[in-house]
Structure formats: structure tokens, C-alpha cells
């Protein structure tokens, strides 16, 4: 079975559909926070699923489009131990100028993995359950996965990213599965 059939089967909306091209409805918070609660239980759920089907040594995130659903929340799941970031109506405030380089995977395209220049250091500005605005500072890795998830949000895949002469490869190819993103 490819992976991403094995995606499909999970739950996770596959590369053509429209949803992953669409930029995604903020939440009015805290008015609407019961339904950004259940939205993003769903979105656990769904990393769990996932999470016991293929192993994840870079951390892995999920966009609420990706489960059809078109709001602004994200859940990722940094490598190791570290707590889940739940991302309620994120935006890109400011990105660092250093650049680099490294392959990511989409559980929307899980076939092929993308090599893709993203920002070493993100601001993000979220907001919480309560209405309130919260300001967090990613670096490396987990930069790498929320930015990910945000452009998911905005209707952007990582292919929109990738260099021009640049395209994806085949699964097959791609030798880093288990290791995690490399920094200097």
C-alpha cells in the first residue's frame, strides 16, 4: 500500500483537494472556543492514529484542513519529550534572514519528501481559548514544523516553497526517515 493511501485510510485529506489550497477561517475567541476545542481534539486524534501507523524522529504537526476541516488551528508534536504546541489562529510576525535547507514530508503527498529553504528563527503570534494574543519564538526544527503547518493554513503546500529547479522524490529515495533534521 503506498503511504499515502495508508493516509487516506487515517483520515488525512490527500494532495487536489481544494480544502489544502484554501486559506483557512480564523476563530472569533473566545466566543468560538468550544468549537476550536473540539476542532483540535480532532486534530489529537488524528496525530494518534497516524502517530501508531509511522514513526515521526522529526516531530510531525497537523493542519485542521488536512481533516477537512477549513479553521485556523494546528497541533504539532515537536520531537522527544517535549509538550504539543497547539497553534489557534497563527500568523508569521517576523522571520529570521538565515535561511536553510532540509527535506520535510506532508501527510497530504506522504509519497514524496521536498527539499525546502525555510527561516532558521519565526515569531508567531497565536491567540488562546480565552481571546487573549500570545507571541512565541521557534528555532531550528520546530520552526520548520510550525512553519509548515501555518502555511497549510494560509492554502500553501511546501512545493510552493521549494526551489524552481528543485522536485520532489520518491519515498523510496529519501534516506533520512529516522534521523532528525541536522543544525549546525
Known amino acids: 500500500m503506498r503511504p499515502s493511501q495508508r493516509m487516506r485510510d487515517l483520515g488525512v485529506v490527500q494532495h487536489g483537494a481544494d480544502i489544502l489550497t484554501e486559506s483557512a477561517r480564523p476563530f472569533d475567541l473566545p466566543a468560538e472556543r468550544d468549537e476550536a476545542e473540539r476542532i483540535t481534539d480532532e486534530l489529537f486524534a488524528a496525530m494518534e492514529r497516524i502517530g501508531q501507523v509511522h514513526p515521526f524522529a522529526k516531530g510531525m504537526g497537523i493542519a485542521a484542513p488536512q481533516i477537512g476541516i477549513g479553521r485556523t488551528v494546528a497541533v504539532v508534536q515537536p520531537p522527544g ?89 520518491p519515498v523510496e529515495e529519501y534516506r533520512q526517515t529516522d534521523r532528525a533534521w541536522v543544525y549546525k
Do not use: W
Not at 97 to 117: A, H, N
Open 81 to 169: 519529550d517535549a509538550p504539543a504546541i497547539i497553534l489557534l489562529n497563527p500568523r508569521i510576525t517576523d522571520r529570521s534572514g538565515e535561511m536553510d535547507e532540509q527535506y520535510e514530508g506532508c501527510l497530504s503527498f506522504f509519497d514524496v519528501r521536498g527539499l525546502v529553504p525555510r527561516p532558521l528563527k519565526i515569531t508567531v503570534e497565536t491567540t488562546t481559548l480565552t481571546g487573549e494574543t500570545v507571541t512565541t519564538v521557534y528555532e531550528e526544527g520546530v520552526a520548520r514544523l510550525i512553519h509548515h503547518e501555518i502555511d497549510h493554513l494560509d492554502g500553501l503546500l511546501y512545493t510552493a516553497r521549494m526551489r524552481t529547479e528543485v522536485d520532489p522524490i
